[in-house]
């Protein structure tokens, strides 16, 4: 069992930066591939990044790609979201989410997760 807290959301204006952080408890968090998703009003829950249980593979969606960068640190139990270059289509409730089943490799699809934080706000002006 894995739980999750993030933080770190907020409200900026377009062109800012933030990085979010999601906590995760227990002892075998490096078991685990971790993801964030993030989902606007009205619309499906959409991946945004993924990386591996060591960190040495990543993945990002192509609308974040060069903005976006997941990080983790096993140490910590934590994985991180740094997000430069904001945009008010990043506007959504941000997820992070583990998966034990494909642990080694960056899952980009959400049903190939296991476990859920309860998200955190992020609200770009323009």
């Known amino acids: 069992q894995v739980q999750l807290v993030e933080s770190g959301g907020g409200l900026v204006q377009a062109g800012d930066s933030l990085r979010l952080s999601c906590a995760a408890s227990?002892?075998?968090?490096?078991?685990?591939?971790m993801g964030w998703f993030r989902q606007a009003p009205g619309k499906e829950r959409e991946f945004v990044a993924a990386i591996n249980w060591s960190g040495g593979r990543t993945s990002h969606a192509d609308s974040v790609k060069g903005r976006f960068t997941i990080s983790r640190d096993n140490a910590k139990n934590t994985v991180y979201l740094q997000m430069n270059s904001l945009k008010p289509e990043d506007t959504a409730v941000y997820y992070c989410?583990?998966?034990?089943?494909?642990?080694?490799?960056?899952?980009?699809?959400?049903?190939?997760?296991?476990?859920w934080g309860q998200g955190t706000q992020v609200t770009v002006s323009s």
């Open positions: 227990g002892r075998t968090f490096s078991s685990y591939a």
């Open positions: 989410a583990a998966s034990g089943r494909l642990w080694s490799l960056t899952p980009e699809s959400k049903y190939e997760y296991d476990y």
